[in-house]
């Protein structure tokens, strides 16, 4: 299902002519070698642009449509019209000169297999320059020591002729394409994209830009251990893949990786989103919504849209026709050595998805800090919200990480690991912020448990409610502000002290904040008489919801009534300041 969509993809941005055809790709240039009509080695001349990587403008290599790639495992094997200076100039920086020599033969040979018989002077230089350059002079030739660094070190080199590139030359390009075309050296069976038979490829391109993978590139299908080969079908050959599924689906899987406006990164998994039609408008409108990306309107422009779409009404977004009814699909993938882990893959209409991420927002919905600048939580603060800031691995579970994100993305119940880490998180930090207590917000709303009814989950202060765990949250906040009102720039306060035990056995611990409240009282009384008449009152009005006894001890779900009745009244406290 995957490699359909992707193959799917491929030929809709195909059709648009935003994609390469089969056989070439895209690839990151450095330098072009200028050749002379002998072929002999004039001048390199630099291919790099400016270009905005962050906040800075610096020279990077330029990315130029040329002939595939080949895939490199352990053997030697050369692209055709461009590659390192292994290969081109058989020399490198990596003090392997007897390999380095076998790239550069197996690169004559390669061109010489094209290019015998083609009637083009371009051609001719090329392969004069290849038959008669010396590797073992290479380090004295003037053209190569100004860059001999960077020109060694894994940079790729195209050629140039007469101020073009020989990639560009008609007679060249057939050339390739007839090669590329009929090297397929497969077994003959039964593509599994495309249902028709065929030879098969063994070993399928790289894809690059999975953040954590490999540089070099990763696969989705392969095969490496006899206990994955059936019936003795090696590499990739027992999930038979056609050379142009093969070559369609990683060139539009490697395009969504290369497009950074909407790629997402939530903890080490990479989502990629698309729609069947390939218009990147889908993509724009779905980033705004789900991860918080960027958008050409406004807020409230936005939200009308969304209501529309949710509607089952078509929308103009960009000069684009959002139509709800689009095939839309959302891919989750995460490095795992030289290959690919599926964290997700889903498949639903564009309103579909909006409808479920428009619930999930709606769940998360709880009162903001004046310093929180997220309109809305994005999953990856999510994930994060389980992770000790403070450690030296940052990162979440991958596991729960899929989790969360297919939860959020098919409107099903959160993972139970989502709550525990948040919980432990609490304990360890004796912090309830906005991010934790909307998952305990919204994980209840999704699983309901009588402990923690919906009174308790509500987007602000619920002053009405009566539910003891609640309150006991309420009144241990206002205990702490009295503390603090009292004993102003306290180092250690009640929270620090008594607020993991306070939830979980309140009998034992609310009698002794009651007795340090009246004396922080009498204290503040003596400072600021009105203060202390106002957090008397307020202490009368949460007391008065109180029983005349405590709860010996509070279950899991009552302790996360208390920690959301403690955020709300904090919030609240915070914004009754900032409204005077």
Same mark, same amino acid.
């Given at each position: 299902?995957?490699?359909?969509?992707?193959?799917?993809?491929?030929?809709?941005?195909?059709?648009?002519?935003?994609?390469?055809?089969?056989?070439?790709?895209?690839?990151?240039?450095?330098?072009?070698?200028?050749?002379?009509?002998?072929?002999?080695?004039?001048?390199?001349?630099?291919?790099?642009?400016?270009?905005?990587?962050?906040?800075?403008?610096?020279?990077?290599?330029?990315?130029?449509?040329?002939?595939?790639?080949?895939?490199?495992?352990?053997?030697?094997?050369?692209?055709?019209?461009?590659?390192?200076?292994?290969?081109?100039?058989?020399?490198?920086?990596?003090?392997?000169?007897?390999?380095?020599?076998?790239?550069?033969?197996?690169?004559?040979?390669?061109?010489?297999?094209?290019?015998?018989?083609?009637?083009?002077?371009?051609?001719?230089?090329?392969?004069?320059?290849?038959?008669?350059?010396?590797?073992?002079?290479?380090?004295?030739?003037?053209?190569?020591?100004?860059?001999?660094?960077?020109?060694?070190?894994? @940079?790729?080199?195209?050629?140039? &002729?007469?101020? *073009?590139?020989?990639? +560009?030359? $008609?007679?060249? #390009?057939? =050339?390739?394409?007839?090669?590329?075309?009929?090297?397929?050296?497969?077994?003959?069976?039964?593509?599994?994209?495309?249902?028709?038979?065929?030879?098969?490829?063994?070993?399928?391109?790289?894809?690059?830009?999975?953040?954590?993978?490999?540089?070099?590139?990763?696969?989705?299908?392969?095969?490496? @251990?006899?206990?994955?080969?059936? &019936?003795?079908? *090696?590499?990739?050959? +027992?999930? $038979?893949?056609? #050379?142009? =599924?093969?070559?369609?689906?990683?060139?539009?899987?490697?395009?969504?990786?290369?497009?950074?406006?909407?790629?997402?990164?939530?903890?080490?998994?990479?989502?990629?989103?698309?729609?069947?039609?390939?218009?990147?408008?889908?993509?724009?409108?779905?980033?705004?919504?789900?991860?918080?990306?960027? @958008?050409?309107?406004?807020?409230?422009?936005?939200?009308?849209?969304?209501?529309?779409?949710?509607?089952?009404?078509?929308?103009?977004?960009?000069?684009?026709?959002?139509?709800?009814?689009?095939?839309?699909?959302?891919?989750?993938?995460?490095?795992?050595?030289?290959?690919?882990?599926?964290?997700?893959?889903?498949?639903?209409?564009?309103?579909?998805?909006?409808?479920?991420?428009?619930?999930?927002?709606?769940?998360?919905?709880?009162?903001?800090?004046?310093?929180?600048?997220?309109?809305?939580?994005?999953?990856?603060?999510?994930?994060?919200?389980?992770?000790?800031?403070?450690?030296?691995?940052?990162?979440?579970?991958?596991?729960?990480?899929?989790?969360?994100?297919?939860?959020?993305?098919?409107?099903?119940?959160?993972?139970?690991?989502?709550?525990?880490?948040?919980?432990?998180?609490?304990?360890?930090?004796?912090?309830?912020?906005?991010?934790?207590?909307?998952?305990?917000?919204?994980?209840?709303?999704?699983?309901?448990?009588?402990?923690?009814?919906?009174?308790?989950?509500?987007?602000?202060?619920?002053?009405?409610?009566?539910?003891?765990?609640?309150?006991?949250?309420?009144?241990?906040?206002?205990?702490?502000?009295?503390?603090?009102?009292?004993?102003?720039?306290?180092?250690?306060?009640?929270?620090?002290?008594?607020?993991?035990?306070?939830?979980?056995?309140?009998?034992?611990?609310?009698?002794?904040?009651?007795?340090?409240?009246?004396?922080?009282?009498?204290?503040?009384?003596?400072?600021?008489?009105?203060?202390?008449?106002?957090?008397?009152?307020?202490?009368?009005?949460?007391?008065?919801?109180?029983?005349?006894?405590?709860?010996?001890?509070?279950?899991?779900?009552?302790?996360?009534?208390?920690?959301?009745?403690?955020?709300?009244?904090?919030?609240?406290?915070?914004?009754?300041?900032?409204?005077?």
């Amino acid at each position: 299902m995957i490699l359909q969509a992707l193959t799917e993809h491929y030929e809709a941005l195909a059709a648009q002519g935003k994609i390469a055809r089969p056989g070439w790709a895209d690839a990151k240039i450095s330098f072009a070698l200028c050749l002379g009509e002998s072929g002999e080695l004039e001048r390199v001349a630099s291919t790099k642009t400016e270009q905005t990587q962050g906040k800075k403008t610096v020279l990077a290599p330029q990315k130029l449509s040329l002939p595939a790639p080949v895939t490199r495992t352990a053997g030697v094997l050369s692209n055709f019209l461009w590659d390192n200076s292994s290969y081109i100039l058989g020399v490198d920086a990596k003090g392997k000169p007897q390999r380095s020599l076998k790239c550069f033969e197996a690169c004559k040979v390669l061109h010489h297999q094209v290019l015998d018989g083609v009637d083009s002077p371009g051609a001719r230089a090329l392969l004069a320059f290849l038959d008669r350059w010396d590797p073992a002079a290479a380090a004295e030739h003037p053209a190569l020591k100004e860059d001999w660094e960077e020109l060694t070190g894994g @940079a790729n080199l195209v050629f140039r &002729y007469h101020g *073009d590139y020989l990639h +560009n030359d $008609p007679m060249i #390009r057939r =050339a390739w394409q007839r090669h590329y075309d009929s090297s397929g050296e497969g077994p003959e069976m039964v593509c599994l994209v495309t249902g028709q038979k065929g030879p098969v490829e063994a070993v399928h391109p790289s894809i690059k830009g999975v953040a954590g993978g490999q540089t070099s590139g990763t696969a989705l299908v392969s095969f490496n @251990a006899p206990a994955f080969c059936s &019936y003795g079908r *090696d590499q990739s050959l +027992n999930a $038979p893949v056609s #050379r142009y =599924a093969a070559f369609a689906y990683t060139t539009a899987l490697n395009d969504l990786l290369a497009d950074r406006e909407h790629l997402y990164r939530v903890g080490n998994t990479t989502v990629l989103f698309w729609a069947k039609s390939g218009q990147p408008a889908f993509q724009d409108f779905f980033a705004a919504m789900a991860f918080g990306g960027t @958008a050409c309107y406004d807020a409230g422009t936005l939200g009308g849209m969304l209501k529309s779409l949710l509607e089952g009404k078509p929308v103009l977004y960009d000069e684009t026709r959002l139509d709800p009814g689009m095939d839309f699909y959302i891919l989750g993938i995460s490095p795992n050595a030289a290959r690919l882990s599926v964290r997700f893959f889903l498949r639903n209409s564009f309103g579909g998805f909006l409808e479920n991420v428009q619930r999930h927002n709606d769940r998360l919905e709880i009162i903001r800090p004046a310093n929180d600048s997220f309109e809305s939580i994005p999953p990856w603060k999510l994930v994060d919200a389980t992770v000790n800031q403070n450690s030296k691995d940052k990162s979440p579970s991958p596991v729960m990480t899929g989790e969360v994100l297919r939860a959020i993305l098919t409107d099903t119940h959160y993972p139970v690991s989502l709550l525990n880490g948040v919980t432990l998180r609490i304990r360890a930090d004796h912090k309830v912020d906005r991010t934790r207590a909307a998952i305990l917000k919204a994980y209840y709303l999704k699983k309901p448990h009588p402990d923690i009814p919906k009174e308790v989950l509500t987007v602000s202060l619920n002053p009405a409610c009566d539910t003891p765990a609640y309150v006991l949250g309420r009144l241990f906040s206002v205990y702490e502000a009295i503390q603090s009102a009292a004993n102003p720039g306290i180092n250690t306060t009640i929270k620090d002290k008594y607020f993991n035990s306070a939830a979980a056995t309140p009998a034992v611990i609310f009698p002794i904040l009651g007795n340090l409240a009246q004396k922080h009282l009498k204290k503040l009384k003596s400072s600021n008489r009105g203060l202390c008449v106002f957090y008397e009152k307020q202490l009368g009005e949460v007391a008065s919801l109180l029983d005349t006894s405590f709860p010996a001890r509070m279950s899991l779900p009552q302790q996360g009534a208390f920690q959301l009745g403690y955020y709300h009244q904090t919030q609240d406290r915070y914004q009754k300041k900032e409204d005077k």
